[in-house]
């Protein structure tokens, strides 16, 4: 089946570094979400991508999808301790009415 | 906009009872609800789908006898954990999804069964 591969698992940055984070498949998905949990709580919505080549922002959050569809970067500038959580990435299983297949996730954790 | 309701936010209870677990759509009409489950750091497992008026599909290994899903309205769903087992103590997040394949997500309940 589809699968989502994000690398890397987890990250340790100094607070005000840039991070950068990705997402790669062997299959081709049409839309890609990025998605931020704390601990305890579901995940939040940070950005949707329609369009292979797309760059989206949200405040210092870019994320990228992919020529190829096969992939997606998220970045976030200059971090702040609030940023620390786990990052997944999903995008729709098929076409339709489907569910979301999820990446494993990125631990980012900022020392201030 | 997009915001998803969740309630209980945590519960405990005794090994053989039931516990129901409610999904809400505050601000959009879900025409698709999503239930999963997840264990200490690791991704979302996905439980069912389940669309306003029809039943639930199951995820392959997910017993629906046990794990029964109501979705009777736009902007309802229910999640009933019925005979519940210790194994059964997790984090359990519903999400909604609208017209397109943006899902939101709800923050969770914590279900500890003693």
């Known amino acids: 089946g589809q699968q989502l591969n994000q690398s890397p698992q987890s990250m340790f940055i100094q607070e005000g570094e840039d991070v950068s984070m990705n997402c790669t498949s062997s299959?081709?998905?049409?839309?890609w979400l990025w998605y931020k949990q704390e601990p305890g709580e579901g995940p939040v919505l940070l950005i949707a991508l329609y369009k292979a080549g797309e760059l989206t922002s949200n405040g210092r959050l870019t994320a990228q999808f992919g020529i190829t569809r096969k992939d997606s970067f998220l970045n976030i500038s200059a971090s702040i301790p609030s940023d620390v959580g786990i990052y997944f990435c999903?995008?729709?299983?098929?076409?339709?009415?489907?569910?979301?297949?999820f990446g494993k996730g990125t631990r980012l954790s900022v020392i201030a | 906009g997009a915001v998803v309701s969740q309630h209980p936010s945590r519960v405990i209870c005794k090994s053989g009872t039931s516990v129901k677990i409610e999904c809400r759509s505050l601000?959009?009409?879900?025409?698709?609800m999503f239930w999963y489950r997840q264990f200490p750091k690791q991704s979302l497992m996905l439980m069912a789908t389940s669309n306003e008026g029809s039943k639930a599909t199951y995820e392959q290994g997910v017993e629906k006898d046990k794990f029964l899903i109501n979705h009777a309205s736009l902007t309802l769903s229910t999640l009933t954990v019925t005979s519940a087992h210790p194994e059964d103590s997790s984090f359990y997040i519903c999400?909604?999804?609208?017209?397109?394949?943006?899902?939101?997500f709800g923050p969770g309940t914590r279900l500890t069964v003693t």
């Open positions: 999400s909604a999804r609208g017209q397109s394949y943006e899902q939101y």
């Open positions: 601000d959009f009409q879900a025409t698709t």
């Open positions: 999903a995008g729709p299983r098929n076409s339709g009415n489907t569910p979301l297949v």
């Open positions: 299959s081709i998905f049409n839309t």
